[in-house]
């Protein structure tokens, strides 16, 4: 393998030690089965949404009697899906940004702008993880009114988790490059 690397794998970021053997291959193969792991847990949580709503729905509208249990957990699993889901956006770079401003700079001061882009995510990403934390820690003695036996900071466990996960996926993109975008990481699902 030439150590040149070619045009293209230069315009998409992807770094060619990241498909070999190797410390920078098995960071990748992680940060696969990371992202899929978050896809399948915003996945099942987004289903559990779909089937309790409707069922809010029938208990407070055909049976006369509302459950009480529904709209929170609804709430706590949108907590879970919009963070570890966000992680997991950032991953594919499939997130709102703006590139109107980085758009009309060179070549070079445009390089120049992801890397400090790339370094304020990982900012957000560390504030995420260490307040989140701090938050998890503060309100673990407390517990959900609907659910006593759930504790108030495992439900705000999915901010570190996917400060946690953004953080890693900018260590990705910073140390390896970003990940190859043709659906190749779905081998974690295979293996």
Not at 92 to 116: D, E, K, Y
Not at 128 to 156: C, Q, R
Request: glycine share 8%; net charge neutral.
């Amino acid at each position: 393998m030439s150590d040149v690397l070619t045009k293209q794998q230069i315009a998409s970021g992807h770094h060619p030690a990241a498909d070999g053997p190797g410390a920078a291959h098995a960071f990748r193969r992680a940060m696969d089965a990371l992202y899929w792991t978050g896809a399948v847990t915003s996945c099942i949580a987004l289903v559990l949404i779909s089937a309790i709503i409707p069922w809010a729905v029938y208990t407070r509208y055909i049976l006369n009697s509302a459950a009480s249990w529904p709209e929170p957990l609804a709430v706590l699993l949108t907590v879970a899906v919009t963070f570890i889901g966000a992680a997991n956006c950032y991953r594919q770079r499939i997130h709102m940004n703006m590139t109107v401003g980085t758009n009309l700079l060179s070549p070079r001061l445009r390089v120049g702008a992801a890397f400090i882009s790339e370094l304020l995510m990982g900012a957000m990403a560390l504030f995420m993880l260490v307040w989140g934390m701090k938050l998890v820690l503060a309100t673990w003695g407390n517990s959900v009114d609907e659910f006593p036996a759930l504790s108030v900071g495992i439900t705000y466990l999915p901010i570190p988790a996917a400060g946690a996960m953004m953080l890693l996926f900018v260590i990705e993109r910073l140390t390896i490059g970003p990940p190859p975008q043709d659906g190749s990481d779905a081998h974690v699902l295979l293996d």
